[in-house]
């Protein structure tokens, strides 16, 4: 199954250029359909790139992916590990829904 997902420049550049592996998201309803192997098309303006989903890592809240996975595979520079916290991700979503729906990180690698 191909799923399609928007990002800004930044990620977007990141995973094109393989530093990003692990993709943050809610696990609601339209990622949570998302299965092992899929194909996600990252879009940026006219831009994409397409990548293969490797594994699924699921978790009750920012605060514990956070603590469990590879920082810098989730797109942090080596320079913004010492500051980097949960509470970055409530800039995009909302601790409400983080709590009703969970959250995810999406490992891919570029096909």
């Known amino acids: 199954m191909t799923h399609y ?3 800004k420049a930044r990620p977007f550049q990141m995973i094109k250029s393989g530093q990003k592996t692990i993709e943050l998201r809610l696990w609601d309803e339209k990622r949570s359909i998302i299965k092992t192997n899929d194909e996600i ?6 831009q994409t ?3 293969k989903v490797l594994a699924l890592h699921c978790f009750e809240n920012f605060e514990t992916l956070y603590n469990s996975l590879d920082l810098l595979k ?4 080596p320079d913004e590990l ?3 916290k949960a509470a970055d991700m409530n800039e995009y979503y909302p601790p409400e829904k983080q709590q009703k729906y969970g959250v995810v990180g999406i490992e891919i690698k570029l096909i």
Request: hydrophobic letters at 40%; aromatic letters at 10%; proline letters at 5%.
């Open 82 to 84: 010492p500051t980097a």
């Open 74 to 77: 989730c797109g942090y520079l």
């Open 49 to 51: 790139i397409t990548a």
């Open 5 to 7: 997902m928007n990002l």
């Open 41 to 46: 098309i990252f879009s940026c303006g006219e």
